[in-house]
Protein backbone atom coordinates (compact mmCIF):
# COMPACT_ATOMS: atom_id res chain seq x y z
CA UNK A 1 0.00 0.00 0.00
CA UNK A 2 1.54 3.60 -1.07
CA UNK A 3 -0.31 5.28 2.10
CA UNK A 4 -1.46 8.74 1.41
CA UNK A 5 0.35 10.45 -1.52
CA UNK A 6 0.36 14.51 -1.77
CA UNK A 7 1.86 16.73 -4.41
CA UNK A 8 3.58 18.51 -4.43
CA UNK A 9 6.27 17.95 -1.12
CA UNK A 10 7.10 21.80 -1.52
CA UNK A 11 5.96 24.49 -2.94
CA UNK A 12 6.95 27.98 -3.10
CA UNK A 13 5.08 30.96 -4.75
CA UNK A 14 4.57 34.66 -5.15
CA UNK A 15 2.07 36.47 -3.28
CA UNK A 16 -1.44 36.72 -5.24
CA UNK A 17 -0.68 33.47 -7.32
CA UNK A 18 -3.31 30.00 -7.21
CA UNK A 19 -1.77 27.44 -5.54
CA UNK A 20 -3.48 24.37 -6.04
CA UNK A 21 -2.45 21.09 -3.83
CA UNK A 22 -3.30 17.46 -4.59
CA UNK A 23 -3.81 14.61 -2.55
CA UNK A 24 -4.08 10.33 -3.38
CA UNK A 25 -6.15 9.00 -0.34
CA UNK A 26 -5.22 5.03 0.42
CA UNK A 27 -7.51 3.16 -1.65
CA UNK A 28 -10.57 1.96 0.43
CA UNK A 29 -10.99 4.96 2.82
CA UNK A 30 -14.19 6.51 3.33
CA UNK A 31 -12.81 9.50 5.29
CA UNK A 32 -10.52 12.59 3.94
CA UNK A 33 -9.11 15.28 5.63
CA UNK A 34 -7.08 18.55 4.86
CA UNK A 35 -4.79 19.85 7.88
CA UNK A 36 -2.55 22.89 8.32
CA UNK A 37 0.22 22.87 10.67
CA UNK A 38 1.82 26.37 11.09
CA UNK A 39 3.87 27.18 14.58
CA UNK A 40 1.45 29.49 15.68
CA UNK A 41 -1.63 27.82 15.74
CA UNK A 42 -0.77 24.01 15.72
CA UNK A 43 -2.49 21.36 13.49
CA UNK A 44 -5.53 22.94 12.41
CA UNK A 45 -8.73 20.62 11.10
CA UNK A 46 -9.48 22.67 7.18
CA UNK A 47 -12.35 20.54 6.27
CA UNK A 48 -13.55 16.55 6.00
CA UNK A 49 -14.78 14.87 3.05
CA UNK A 50 -16.78 11.48 3.59
CA UNK A 51 -17.42 9.26 0.49
CA UNK A 52 -16.57 12.41 -1.82
CA UNK A 53 -18.98 14.89 0.12
CA UNK A 54 -17.54 17.72 2.35
CA UNK A 55 -19.53 17.03 6.00
CA UNK A 56 -17.63 19.93 7.51
CA UNK A 57 -15.52 23.32 5.92
CA UNK A 58 -16.10 25.07 8.90
CA UNK A 59 -11.91 24.67 9.66
CA UNK A 60 -11.34 27.26 5.94
CA UNK A 61 -9.91 30.34 7.01
CA UNK A 62 -11.89 32.30 4.19
CA UNK A 63 -13.37 32.24 0.64
CA UNK A 64 -9.40 32.41 -1.03
CA UNK A 65 -9.50 28.60 0.49
CA UNK A 66 -11.42 25.83 -1.24
CA UNK A 67 -11.35 22.21 -1.36
CA UNK A 68 -13.29 19.21 -3.69
CA UNK A 69 -13.03 16.07 -3.81
CA UNK A 70 -14.12 14.80 -7.01
CA UNK A 71 -13.96 10.93 -6.57
CA UNK A 72 -12.85 8.37 -4.06
CA UNK A 73 -9.27 8.78 -4.97
CA UNK A 74 -8.48 12.59 -5.10
CA UNK A 75 -8.82 15.50 -3.78
CA UNK A 76 -7.31 19.09 -4.42
CA UNK A 77 -6.93 22.35 -1.82
CA UNK A 78 -6.90 25.40 -3.42
CA UNK A 79 -5.61 28.65 -2.21
CA UNK A 80 -6.80 31.41 -4.66
CA UNK A 81 -5.53 34.32 -4.46
CA UNK A 82 -2.44 33.23 -1.96
CA UNK A 83 -1.19 35.29 0.53
CA UNK A 84 2.45 35.03 2.88
CA UNK A 85 0.36 33.96 5.52
CA UNK A 86 -0.77 30.92 4.30
CA UNK A 87 2.96 29.60 4.31
CA UNK A 88 2.85 26.44 6.26
CA UNK A 89 2.81 22.57 6.13
CA UNK A 90 -1.01 21.03 4.83
CA UNK A 91 -1.69 17.40 5.11
CA UNK A 92 -4.09 15.10 4.12
CA UNK A 93 -4.73 12.35 5.37
CA UNK A 94 -7.64 9.63 5.42
CA UNK A 95 -9.31 7.00 7.75
CA UNK A 96 -11.66 3.73 6.37
CA UNK A 97 -14.58 4.91 9.10
CA UNK A 98 -13.51 7.81 10.65
CA UNK A 99 -16.74 8.09 12.56
CA UNK A 100 -16.03 4.42 14.11
CA UNK A 101 -13.16 5.94 16.22
CA UNK A 102 -10.27 4.75 13.27
CA UNK A 103 -7.29 6.52 12.94
CA UNK A 104 -6.12 8.91 10.49
CA UNK A 105 -3.18 8.15 8.08
CA UNK A 106 -1.13 11.34 7.05
CA UNK A 107 0.51 11.90 3.98
CA UNK A 108 4.11 13.43 4.29
CA UNK A 109 2.31 16.77 3.78
CA UNK A 110 3.56 20.30 1.04
CA UNK A 111 5.25 22.74 2.58
CA UNK A 112 3.87 25.97 1.28
CA UNK A 113 5.94 29.13 1.34
CA UNK A 114 4.07 32.30 -0.10
CA UNK A 115 6.72 35.05 -0.82
CA UNK B 1 -17.42 21.19 22.27
CA UNK B 2 -13.68 19.12 22.54
CA UNK B 3 -10.63 20.20 23.37
CA UNK B 4 -7.33 18.63 23.89
CA UNK B 5 -4.90 19.96 26.38
CA UNK B 6 -1.16 19.15 26.49
CA UNK B 7 0.14 20.85 28.95
CA UNK B 8 4.12 20.08 28.04
CA UNK B 9 5.54 22.59 25.71
CA UNK B 10 8.68 20.78 25.50
CA UNK B 11 10.34 18.08 27.40
CA UNK B 12 14.29 17.00 27.48
CA UNK B 13 15.40 13.92 28.90
CA UNK B 14 18.56 12.11 29.16
CA UNK B 15 18.75 8.80 26.71
CA UNK B 16 17.43 6.25 29.66
CA UNK B 17 15.43 8.14 31.19
CA UNK B 18 11.41 7.31 31.14
CA UNK B 19 9.33 10.05 30.36
CA UNK B 20 5.50 10.89 30.73
CA UNK B 21 3.72 12.85 28.26
CA UNK B 22 0.50 14.41 29.40
CA UNK B 23 -3.11 15.26 27.55
CA UNK B 24 -6.09 15.93 29.13
CA UNK B 25 -9.19 16.03 26.75
CA UNK B 26 -12.91 17.56 27.12
CA UNK B 27 -15.76 16.10 25.67
CA UNK B 28 -19.68 16.08 26.32
CA UNK B 29 -19.92 12.69 24.25
CA UNK B 30 -20.21 9.24 26.31
CA UNK B 31 -18.38 7.81 23.19
CA UNK B 32 -15.29 9.14 22.09
CA UNK B 33 -11.86 7.99 20.55
CA UNK B 34 -8.23 8.81 22.14
CA UNK B 35 -5.06 9.03 19.69
CA UNK B 36 -1.37 9.50 19.88
CA UNK B 37 0.56 10.43 16.71
CA UNK B 38 4.30 10.83 16.57
CA UNK B 39 5.89 13.39 14.70
CA UNK B 40 9.68 12.54 13.99
CA UNK B 41 11.60 15.45 13.01
CA UNK B 42 10.99 13.91 8.86
CA UNK B 43 7.69 15.35 9.25
CA UNK B 44 5.14 12.97 8.68
CA UNK B 45 2.38 11.99 10.90
CA UNK B 46 2.16 8.57 12.49
CA UNK B 47 -0.48 6.82 14.38
CA UNK B 48 1.07 5.08 17.80
CA UNK B 49 -2.26 4.09 19.64
CA UNK B 50 -5.96 4.12 19.75
CA UNK B 51 -7.98 4.07 22.42
CA UNK B 52 -12.08 4.19 22.78
CA UNK B 53 -13.93 5.93 25.89
CA UNK B 54 -15.29 1.79 27.32
CA UNK B 55 -12.05 0.71 27.23
CA UNK B 56 -9.79 2.19 30.33
CA UNK B 57 -7.61 -0.95 30.10
CA UNK B 58 -3.96 0.03 30.17
CA UNK B 59 -1.63 -0.65 27.19
CA UNK B 60 1.90 -1.60 26.88
CA UNK B 61 3.81 -1.85 23.91
CA UNK B 62 7.67 -2.36 24.19
CA UNK B 63 8.68 0.56 25.80
CA UNK B 64 5.48 2.56 25.40
CA UNK B 65 2.38 2.36 27.69
CA UNK B 66 -0.66 4.59 27.84
CA UNK B 67 -2.80 5.29 31.19
CA UNK B 68 -6.25 6.65 30.43
CA UNK B 69 -7.92 7.89 33.12
CA UNK B 70 -11.86 8.60 32.38
CA UNK B 71 -12.16 9.84 36.23
CA UNK B 72 -9.42 12.61 35.48
CA UNK B 73 -9.90 13.05 31.50
CA UNK B 74 -6.49 12.46 31.03
CA UNK B 75 -4.54 10.01 28.24
CA UNK B 76 -1.05 10.04 29.19
CA UNK B 77 1.82 8.09 27.06
CA UNK B 78 4.73 7.17 29.10
CA UNK B 79 8.18 6.02 27.34
CA UNK B 80 10.14 3.46 29.46
CA UNK B 81 14.55 3.75 28.90
CA UNK B 82 14.02 6.85 26.38
CA UNK B 83 16.41 6.61 22.65
CA UNK B 84 17.25 9.21 20.63
CA UNK B 85 15.12 8.05 18.00
CA UNK B 86 12.30 9.07 20.35
CA UNK B 87 12.94 12.44 19.76
CA UNK B 88 9.76 13.99 18.12
CA UNK B 89 6.99 16.16 18.61
CA UNK B 90 3.56 14.02 19.95
CA UNK B 91 0.25 14.59 19.52
CA UNK B 92 -2.68 13.70 21.68
CA UNK B 93 -5.62 14.22 19.44
CA UNK B 94 -9.22 13.24 20.61
CA UNK B 95 -12.71 12.11 18.21
CA UNK B 96 -16.44 12.41 19.00
CA UNK B 97 -18.54 9.60 17.91
CA UNK B 98 -22.04 10.73 17.78
CA UNK B 99 -22.76 14.04 16.77
CA UNK B 100 -21.50 16.36 14.02
CA UNK B 101 -18.21 15.86 14.78
CA UNK B 102 -18.25 12.42 14.64
CA UNK B 103 -15.21 11.51 13.37
CA UNK B 104 -13.37 14.83 13.27
CA UNK B 105 -9.92 14.88 15.17
CA UNK B 106 -8.97 17.69 17.21
CA UNK B 107 -5.49 17.28 18.11
CA UNK B 108 -3.65 19.37 21.49
CA UNK B 109 -0.65 21.59 20.32
CA UNK B 110 1.92 18.69 20.80
CA UNK B 111 4.82 17.95 23.51
CA UNK B 112 8.39 18.49 21.56
CA UNK B 113 10.71 15.64 23.21
CA UNK B 114 14.04 15.75 22.97
CA UNK B 115 16.35 12.82 23.95
CA UNK B 116 19.73 13.79 24.65
CA UNK B 117 22.38 10.95 24.33
Redesign the interface.
Known sequence: DAGVIQSPRHEVTEMGQEVTLRCKPISGHNSLFWYRQTMMRGLELLIYFNNNVPIDDSGMPEDRFSAKMPNASFSTLKIQPSEPRDSAVYFCASSPLADRGTEAFFGQGTRLTVV | AQKVTQAQTEISVVEKEDVTLDCVYETRDTT??L?W?KQPPS?????LI?R?SFDEQNEISGRYSWNFQKSTSSFNFTITASQVVDSAVY?CAL?E?YN???????????TTLTVKP
Open positions: YYFYGELVFRNFSATNAGKSTFGDG
